[in-house]
């Protein structure tokens, strides 16, 4: 990574400003299995009391997350034998008849997949692995496979998914690390040096942004813009504040994105899997900044990583739709964003995991009607919004200063002075129209829901008023 002068300046502020918020002898620390210590907030403005910012469009946003997927190599065809060689074969995990199972995923496959997908307002993240099991790099060759057979396989991901899905890198090769000064794995076949377990042990904020950045790279010489990235296995888990911030300098560096995220954690408890907007700074200024983890919040339950046989739909909604994962998360209201692997997706061509995700969408629209499609980024883009937005009231006017524009933003306000409502910046005003219901709710409308309103519309950056008129 060659960042230039400007980029270099950017990136260290973040990360000195990002310091001062945790005492220095908590960086290196284990983050622990709730990874509670990479989610230092940073600052947060102050919002008025008795106004809520609530979920987009007052829906319960929904997604699904899908890693190691790629290009055409079926990824963990070729991972199994390298997990198992660093384990010393003495893992039953990584036991299974590898040999028996396809070396491709087929564009087919991922044309019907994204077509059905489409069709039903699905969205979420796809993952491209840049160097897959360090079978080729998708910029340069890819054994097995012509450039032609690749490049029609890029373009395929980026007219029919990226729509859609946001693109990841899932770290350079999912399996063994790449010695960056040679672009050759490094000899040692251990855990600590495979990106899934110890490599990133005591790695710096540099380390691993230099890492991430060129599994970036990678992908924007294919032109596969990302917003962030997603770490396999147990990549970064005992460096989380370092893989936070390595994650806002790599992506901002590569792709100049306002508001870079990542996958890391996944829940299946009780926890909240709300977004976690982290090491917010520079919010008064012109260049305000952070990053924010994004939580799955199922197992996965379509098949695995490893073709073993799917736990079924039942586990994200029951058949009568009473219960399930997937219902206790959204009738709680929070982002409910599904887990699952491309390889037991696609299931040897069974595709046994595509089958439970089509009846799990299925359930999922019989039995809610607030329900709302959206990608990481757009998920991302929306809690930095929701938490890091300064809201006050002067009179009867409610005032937004946003670091972040915002397409949708939704809030709940006391009722008001009856008459128009308008939204008013930079000298322009919006006509806000009323709607009879909640599902009717889209931007520049607002409905009332007893004794408050709830008003819907594209916050800008800069300074918004709401106003009656």
């Not at 599994?215 to 370092?242: F, R, S």
């Not at 300098?249 to 408890?269: A, C, N, W």
């Not at 595709?351 to 089509?358: I, L, P, S």
């Not at 757009?378 to 300064?390: C, S, V």
């Amino acid at each position: 990574m060659n960042p230039s002068d400007s980029q270099s300046i950017t990136r260290r502020r973040f990360v000195q400003q990002a310091s001062r918020a945790i005492p220095a002898t908590m960086l290196a620390l284990d983050g622990g299995a709730s990874g509670a210590r990479a989610q230092e907030p940073g600052k947060r403005p102050k919002q008025a009391t008795g106004i809520e910012v609530l979920n987009p469009r007052a829906r319960v946003p929904v997604g699904l997350i899908i890693d190691d997927s790629t290009c055409l190599v079926n990824l963990n065809r070729f991972a199994m034998p390298q997990f198992n060689t660093a384990w010393g074969g003495n893992t039953k995990s990584y036991h299974r008849d590898w040999k028996s199972w396809p070396v491709e995923i087929p564009d087919s496959f991922v044309r019907k997949f994204g077509e059905w997908c489409a069709e039903q307002g699905v969205k979420g993240k796809y993952s491209i692995v840049p160097f897959p099991a360090c079978v080729g790099r998708l910029d340069r060759e890819v054994p097995g496979w012509s450039r032609r057979e690749i490049n029609d396989s890029i373009k395929l991901v980026r007219d029919l998914m990226m729509p859609n899905w946001d693109i990841h890198p899932e770290m350079v090769t999912h399996t063994r690390v790449i010695d960056l000064k040679t672009g050759h794995p490094y000899p040692d076949h251990s855990p600590k040096f495979m990106e899934n377990w110890d490599w990133t042990t005591g790695k710096s904020v540099d380390e691993l942004a230099s890492y991430h950045a060129y599994a970036l790279q990678i992908l924007k010489n294919i032109d596969l813009p990302c917003d962030g990235l997603t770490t396999p296995g147990g990549y970064g888990n005992k460096v989380l504040p370092q893989l936070s911030q390595a994650t806002f300098e790599s992506v901002r560096d590569i792709f100049g994105t306002e508001v870079p995220h990542y996958f890391r954690h996944l829940y299946t408890d009780e926890r909240s899997v709300a977004p976690r907007v982290e090491y917010a700074s520079g919010l008064d200024g012109n260049d305000p900044q952070c990053v924010v983890s994004i939580i799955g919040c199922t197992g996965d339950w379509t098949g695995g990583w490893d073709n073993v046989e799917p736990a079924g739909a039942d586990k994200f909604i029951t058949a009568d739709l009473s219960s399930g994962r997937m219902v206790d998360v959204i009738t709680r209201g929070e982002p409910a964003m599904m887990v699952c692997h491309w390889t037991g997706i696609y299931w040897n061509g069974e595709e046994k995991g595509f089958k439970v995700f089509q009846e799990v969408v299925r359930r999922l629209h019989a039995r809610f009607d607030h329900l709302i499609w959206m990608k990481l980024s757009e998920l991302a883009r929306y809690w930095a919004a929701k938490e890091l937005t300064q809201i006050t009231r002067a009179g009867e006017a409610i005032q937004f200063h946003a670091s972040f524009a915002c397409p949708e933003f939704t809030v709940s306000i006391p009722k008001g002075a009856r008459g128009n409502l308008l939204i008013q910046h930079d000298g322009k005003i919006q006509l806000l129209k009323e709607v009879a219901l909640s599902k009717q709710l889209q931007s520049n409308t607002w409905y009332e829901d007893n004794d408050r309103l709830v008003a819907c519309f594209n916050l800008p950056k800069g300074n918004t008023e709401l106003v009656w008129q």
